[in-house]
């Protein structure tokens, strides 16, 4: 791997870790400590999320405008000065004005990231968004496994900790980014003589989000509903955050054995991602069974493998369908969705909760995931090609 991609995934892992010091124990802090509903909770959870919807739709568009050095420095500066407010001031309700504004700087980032990513090492295809994704979930098993014990002992230690590692995160974008060149190369003009049109590939692209939304819906009900759940079956913090350090390390670990399988298997993206529901499907099965840790641990254990299929592929195929200068928005929609499905899930899975219980909401997120089935299998019909096939790349 280029030395360049080396520096973003330090930097990406050192971000991440700051950020998983925190977000797995949002809504537990808005809950028992602030002493808010879960929809409450879920409400401000969304603001977060729907001001990193409008971070990554921003930071997509300035990337393709200034450059991935410049966007990612303004998404840290505006980040830290969050978290320091948040430091200093944390009850309610200044907790919502400042997590909100992290919300906005962190989205920024994240486009950038992977936009440099796939264009500094253009020719290793999927392996420069695995690369990314692989240290993403390092920083989440470092950082929430750190969280759990930091939060044991003081809950407000939490947010310097988090701090400390944006102004890392910050030394190394400022001595370690400046000299990365990014060439723009859009994939979806011509490439393995594939010809489709800016028109045709983003509405491939948004059918595909639509899927990709639903099972973020999902998937952030583990930092949410479930992680309040898990509370009220006497599972304590440090087991909670256990399940995040085991999910960061399966993925580490286990991400070269899938890039094996997925080699040898010849496997397109589009059947990479189909197979990665069909997991989710059996991770909440048995989640909505468990009622102990043993149980919401074996479900973290299958729900990694699904995501292990789906997270990272969903950015490649961004890339691959994106037009020549369009490489940071279109890995802006793909972040902006991932987002919206945390900005919706909280919400919707607490009024659900709320309203009827854990067993109706794990059924309605069953629902979630054929939608989702549905949407992967037909996002790439209305591409059109010259010659070849595009789909044995999506």
């Known amino acids: 791997m280029p030395r360049a991609l080396w520096l973003l995934i330090i930097g990406m892992a050192v971000n991440v870790i700051g950020s998983s010091f925190l977000w797995p124990l949002n809504t537990i802090y808005i809950h028992d400590h602030l002493g808010k509903s879960l929809s409450v909770a879920g409400f401000v959870l969304m603001l977060n999320s729907g001001a990193n919807v409008i971070g990554n739709l921003y930071g997509g568009s300035l990337f393709d405008k200034i450059g ?4 990612i420095l303004l998404g840290i500066f505006i980040s830290l000065f969050a978290l320091v407010g948040l430091t200093i001031w944390h009850s309610w309700p200044q907790y919502v004005v400042f997590l909100t504004i992290v919300g906005f700087g962190t989205g920024i980032i994240f486009p950038a990231m992977y936009a440099m990513a796939g264009s ?8 420069a968004f695995n690369a990314i994704y692989v240290a993403q979930n390092l920083g989440v ?20 900790a988090n701090t400390i590692m944006y102004i890392l995160f910050l030394l190394i974008a400022i001595f370690g980014y400046k000299g990365i060149t990014v060439e723009s190369t859009g994939q979806s003009s011509t490439e393995n003589g594939v010809q489709t049109s800016s028109k045709t590939s983003l509405q491939a692209l948004l059918i595909l989000c639509v899927g990709y939304l639903l099972c973020w819906v999902a998937y952030c009900q583990w930092t949410t509903t479930i992680a309040s759940y898990t509370q009220e079956l006497n599972m304590s913090l440090k087991q909670y955050s256990l399940l995040w350090t085991i999910n960061g390390a399966v993925i580490v670990l286990g991400q070269p054995i899938l890039n094996g399988l997925l080699k040898h298997l010849s496997a397109s993206l589009k059947v990479q991602m189909l197979i990665g529901i069909g997991i989710f499907i059996v991770s909440f099965l048995i989640a909505g069974k468990a009622t102990a840790f043993t149980g919401f641990l074996v479900a973290m254990i299958i729900l990694t493998i699904g995501e292990m299929f789906i997270w990272p592929a969903v950015p490649t195929v961004a890339f691959n369908l994106s037009p020549k200068g369009r490489e940071g928005f279109y890995q802006g929609i793909v972040n902006s969705t991932a987002t919206g499905g ?6 919707l899975g607490g009024i659900i909760v709320d309203l009827y219980s854990m067993s109706a909401l794990f059924i309605i997120l069953l629902g979630l995931f054929l939608i989702a089935i549905v949407t992967t299998v037909i996002y790439d019909r209305s591409l059109k090609v010259v010659s070849g096939t595009i789909r044995g790349q999506m």
């Open 141 to 160: 098993a470092v950082g929430a496994a750190l969280g759990g014990i930091v939060a044991a002992y003081s809950f407000q230690l939490i947010f310097l």
């Open 342 to 347: 945390r900005m919706i899930g909280p919400l």
């Open 68 to 71: 991935g050095y410049k966007s």
């Open 120 to 127: 500094v090492w253009k020719e290793g295809g999927r392996k």
